[in-house]
C-alpha cells in the first residue's frame, strides 16, 4: 500500500483523545476539503508491503496498544487496509480508522473503531458522506463534523438529529476548523469558529454532542507534520 508516514504521537481527536497512538497515514484523498491540513498525503509516498507497515508499525509502538489508520483517506486502498486492519486486531491492538465515509464503510472488520468526518457546507465537500455507511455504524464508533460558521453547525445539527446519531454511537464531536496555514500560538485564536461561540450554540440547543479541540495543535505548533 502507498503510506506518507507512520509515527507514534498522542490522539488529537475524538474521545481517545490525548492517548499515546501509533499514526499510519496513508497517502491519497479524493476530496479537496477547504480547511485541511493533509494535503502533502495527496501525492508521493513510500509504496510498502503489508508485513513491511506491520514491521514499522510495531517499531513505532513499543508499549503502545493503540492505531490509527489515517490519511488522506485510508478507504481508497480498501483492498490492502482491511487486511491490514485484520493483522493489528490479531495482535492485540485497539485500531481507529479516520475516514470521511464517503467509500463504503461494509468491509471495515467490527472491532476497529471508525470515526467517520462527515463533511459540512463550508468544507467545499459536502454530500459526499455515503449515506448507506449509517448502517454500518456500530455502537463503539464515532461521528465528527468539523465547522467553520453558523451554517456548518446548522447542517450537523440537523444531520445528528435526523438520524438519531447520539443513540447509534458512542461519541459525536462538533469540532471547530482550524485554519490551515495557522503557525506560531498554540490557541484557539487559529480556529475558523470561536469554540466559544460554537459551545454556546451546542448548550442553547441541548444537543448531546462532544466539543472537540485538535489537541495536538494545542501541544506543537499548529504547523508541524508527523506529531
Ligand atoms: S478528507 Fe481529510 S485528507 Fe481528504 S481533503 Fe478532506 S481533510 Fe484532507
Known amino acids: ?11 488529537g481527536e475524538s474521545s481517545y483523545s490525548g492517548l499515546p497512538c501509533v499514526f499510519v497515514r496513508l497517502t491519497a484523498c479524493n476530496l479537496r476539503c477547504s480547511w485541511c491540513d493533509s494535503e502533502y498525503t495527496f501525492q508521493g509516498g513510500r509504496r510498502m508491503t503489508l508485513e513491511e507497515v506491520l514491521g514499522e508499525t510495531e517499531r513505532a509502538a513499543g508499549a503502545c496498544r493503540m492505531v ?8 481508497l486502498q480498501e483492498r490492502e487496509v ?4 485484520e493483522r493489528l486486531l490479531e495482535r492485540g491492538y485497539t485500531v481507529l480508522l479516520e475516514t470521511s465515509g464517503e467509500r463504503p464503510l461494509a468491509r471495515v472488520p467490527q472491532q476497529v473503531v471508525k470515526i467517520v468526518d462527515v463533511k459540512c457546507p463550508h468544507s467545499g465537500a459536502a454530500g459526499t458522506f ?12 464515532e461521528v465528527k463534523f468539523v465547522l467553520s460558521d453558523r451554517a456548518d453547525y446548522e447542517f450537523a445539527r440537523d444531520f445528528v438529529r435526523e438520524h438519531g446519531l447520539p443513540l447509534k454511537v458512542a461519541s459525536v464531536i462538533f469540532s471547530p476548523a482550524f485554519r490551515k496555514e495557522a503557525t506560531g500560538a498554540r490557541d484557539a485564536s487559529h480556529c475558523l469558529l470561536d469554540p466559544r461561540e460554537l459551545a454556546e450554540w451546542v448548550l442553547q440547543d441541548e444537543l448531546p454532542v462532544r466539543l472537540g479541540l485538535q489537541l495536538h495543535k494545542f501541544v506543537w505548533d499548529p504547523a508541524e507534520k508527523g506529531v
Open 1 to 11: 500500500m502507498q503510506i506518507t508516514e507512520i509515527y507514534k504521537s498522542l490522539q
Open 82 to 85: 482491511v487486511p491490514l486492519m
Open 68 to 75: 490509527e489508520i489515517t490519511g488522506g483517506e485510508p478507504m
Open 130 to 141: 455515503r449515506m448507506e455507511n449509517l448502517e454500518a455504524l456500530a455502537p463503539h464508533d
